[in-house]
Nanobody, 115 residues
Framework: QVQLVESGGGLVQAGGSLRLSCAASGSRFGLVITDWYRQAPGNQREWVAA???????NYADSVKGRFTISRDNAESTLHLQMNSLKPEDTAVYYC?????????WGQGTQVTVSS
């Protein structure tokens, strides 16, 4: 069994920074954690960023230039460095991982950006 656990969320003023982490526990063999998503109240969950083989990264236009995704393969940990935060970044942030055809999600961490 695999569990993904996000951490690092909190309350920050606009313009501030937060660093989210997603760690895997349990059986990590073959697990790859690849994406960050977020869901604001009343909105659908939206994709934020991904890291792919060769450490290639991709970002939603809304966060490009402000967020940086990275992965520590040795620790099976995914990170999201969020700078220049805006009130519209307020959401619950989720990480997603894969093992074969199965996807795994964390429980989410709340990020609140005050104006």
């Amino acid at each position: 069994q695999v569990q993904l656990v996000e951490s690092g969320g909190g309350l920050v003023q606009a313009g501030g920074s937060l660093r989210l982490s997603c760690a895997a526990s349990g059986s990590r063999f073959g697990l790859v954690i690849t994406d960050w998503y977020r869901q604001a109240p009343g909105n659908q969950r939206e994709w934020v960023a991904a890291i792919m083989p060769g450490s290639r990264t991709n970002y939603a236009d809304s966060v490009k230039g402000r967020f940086t995704i990275s992965r520590d393969n040795a620790e099976s940990t995914l990170h999201l460095q969020m700078n220049s935060l805006k009130p519209e970044d307020t959401a619950v942030y989720y990480c997603k991982g894969w093992r074969g055809d199965f996807e795994y999600w964390g429980q989410g961490t709340q990020v609140t950006v005050s104006s």
